[in-house]
């Protein structure tokens, strides 16, 4: 075969079954079609996480190919895809597909909890419907670290690769990995892909891969991947647990040419971290004793506002840790990104050095049980607008829309205020502003996890406290009204047991 046709395409979005649903609007900023996939896949500062950019890379330094690519849409963590924008993206895509002709493989990048009104198990459809439009060629594909891998998800791709990095920073690498192994199928080698779910449903703040089980989880599947040769990936994924999926659960998917050593290898692996299960554990901070930590806090103290995280379908717009800081006093607080389109607004029609009663959350009931109205005396510090590149963490070298913003005074709280909905996870997203987070006593940030590779050098981790407020990325799962995870799951189901298949 002198130069392969291989089809680029994807799908990628982590729903949050308590979030409002997200419609076409929420795939636009991160929709790429046709010349303009590939235009991103290779530029160095790009749209994409970067999976296509490493898969391209290593196709071309492999050799001769020729890229065919299709449709890729991509939306910010939300609420399940309207029904109607689910079916317009999976039809054009399939359409995209049909019209490309011969194809002798295919790339998709997906996320793996993704929901729609209508389907939980969006990827399952997508690859089941690749598989019937390509018949025997190669598929291979991608997935977030948090992806509910369902069956098909697991059984119809030839070959399944994970993010193993938790914040998510080997995209690229995946990307490049995945490359690798088209190019071993189209050199004539099978693989199997074997399946093993936990029913385990970590917090995801018990998700990090610096340290702790996880992290020792991952390190087991690369020592098994390492020994041996018959296995080509090892992939850990540790599911999302507010899809509410009935995929849902931490999952070890194995890839490799020998079926029943795969199967063996993912049996052994769950089987191993089902042991550690009760080290799946989280401690967070309660808003009282936060509060005064940043009262009294001499360095740089970072307080994750981890329940209200748009990278897993927060609103970024809750109040309750912002409220008691204001109430507080506390100052020397660098606080963000707040999500309120009509506050950034206003702040824009004021202008720089305004005065002002900023109403944050000004359409909401006062009894909305996350994000109630708050009032406060503001200034108007700076004001701006368009996309920012980001600069360190998950964000790095991709563009970044925040919308129109405004950082604002509120007494010793200086508050980035945003359009866009988005985890703040780079410090770009201050420094842009003029805003040193170095130079902030207390630094909030509304996120889960990914900022820690983006704030990593304005505290250490023992300066930072996962503090618990109210949100729909509440890392206790008890507060969730959970109807189609599986059960019993482990820990919101004590006598949950996993035994050998
Ligand atoms: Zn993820």
């Known amino acids: 075969m002198s130069a392969p046709r291989i089809a680029l395409c994807g799908f990628q979005i982590e729903c949050n079954r308590f979030a409002p649903p997200a419609g076409l609007d929420a795939f636009r900023a991160g929709w790429l079609e046709g010349p303009a996939l590939l235009a991103d896949a290779r530029s160095p500062v790009h749209n994409n996480l970067g999976e296509f950019n490493g898969f391209v890379a290593a196709m071309d330094a492999a050799g001769p190919w020729q890229p065919v690519p299709l449709l890729f849409a991509r939306a910010q963590p939300d609420g399940p895809v309207t029904a109607a924008a689910w079916a317009g993206i999976r039809d054009r895509l399939f359409a995209a597909l049909e019209a490309a002709g011969r194809l002798d493989g295919v790339f998709c990048v997906l996320h793996g909890a993704a929901l729609a009104e209508d389907e939980d198990d969006p990827e399952g459809v997508l690859v089941t419907g690749i598989r019937r439009r390509i018949g025997m060629a190669p598929l291979v594909v991608t997935c977030d670290l948090h992806a509910n891998v369902s069956h098909s998800l697991a059984a119809v791709p030839d070959a399944f690769v994970g993010y193993r990095t938790n914040p998510h920073l080997d995209m690229r690498d995946r990307g490049a990995e995945a490359a690798l192994l088209l190019r071993r199928i189209l050199a004539g080698e099978r693989f199997h892909v074997a399946m093993r779910r936990l029913p385990l449903v970590p917090p995801s703040v018990s998700l990090l891969t610096a340290s702790g089980p996880y992290a020792e989880a991952i390190a087991a599947g690369q020592a098994l991947a390492a020994r041996e040769p018959t296995i080509a990936n090892v992939s850990v994924m540790g599911g999302f647990a507010f899809s509410d999926s009935p995929h849902g659960g931490m999952s070890v998917v194995v890839t490799g040419t020998d079926a029943e050593r795969a199967e063996t290898a993912a049996e052994e692996l769950a089987l191993r971290i089902w042991t550690m299960r009760r080290r799946f554990t989280v401690r967070l901070t309660p808003i009282a004793e936060a509060v005064a930590r940043a009262a009294a806090a001499e360095e740089t103290l970072i307080l994750a506002d981890v329940a209200d995280n748009p990278g897993g379908g927060g609103r970024g717009n809750t109040t309750a840790l912002l409220a008691a800081l204001h109430a507080a006093g506390v100052h020397g607080v660098l606080a963000g990104l707040f999500h309120d389109p009509a506050l950034a607004e206003e702040a824009h029609a004021l202008g720089q050095g305004a005065r002002f009663v900023a109403r944050l959350n000004r359409a909401n009931p006062p009894d909305d049980p996350f994000a109630p109205?708050?009032?406060?005396?503001?200034?108007?510090?700076?004001?701006?607008?368009?996309?920012?590149?980001?600069?360190?963490?998950?964000?790095?070298?991709?563009?970044?829309?925040?919308?129109?913003?405004?950082?604002?005074?509120?007494?010793?709280?200086?508050?980035?205020?945003?359009?866009?909905?988005?985890?703040?996870?780079?410090?770009?997203?201050?420094?842009?502003?003029?805003?040193?987070?170095?130079?902030?006593?207390?630094?909030?940030?509304?996120?889960?996890?990914?900022?820690?590779?983006?704030?990593?050098?304005?505290?250490?981790?023992?300066?930072?406290?996962?503090?618990?407020?109210?949100?729909?990325?509440?890392?206790?799962l008890t507060r969730f009204a959970f109807r189609r995870l599986p059960r019993p799951i482990y820990p919101l189901d004590e006598d949950a047991s996993f035994e050998a298949a």
Do not use: M
């Open 373 to 476: 109205p708050l009032a406060a005396e503001a200034e108007v510090l700076v004001v701006s607008d368009g996309a920012v590149t980001g600069r360190r963490g998950i964000y790095a070298g991709v563009r970044v829309d925040l919308g129109r913003r405004a950082a604002l005074r509120l007494d010793g709280i200086t508050l980035v205020v945003v359009s866009a909905r988005i985890q703040c996870a780079d410090p770009v997203f201050f420094e842009h502003l003029g805003l040193d987070p170095r130079a902030a006593r207390v630094v909030v940030v509304k996120s889960r996890g990914h900022f820690r590779a983006g704030f990593d050098e304005v505290a250490p981790p023992e300066r930072i406290l996962e503090v618990d407020a109210p949100g729909l990325t509440s890392p206790v």
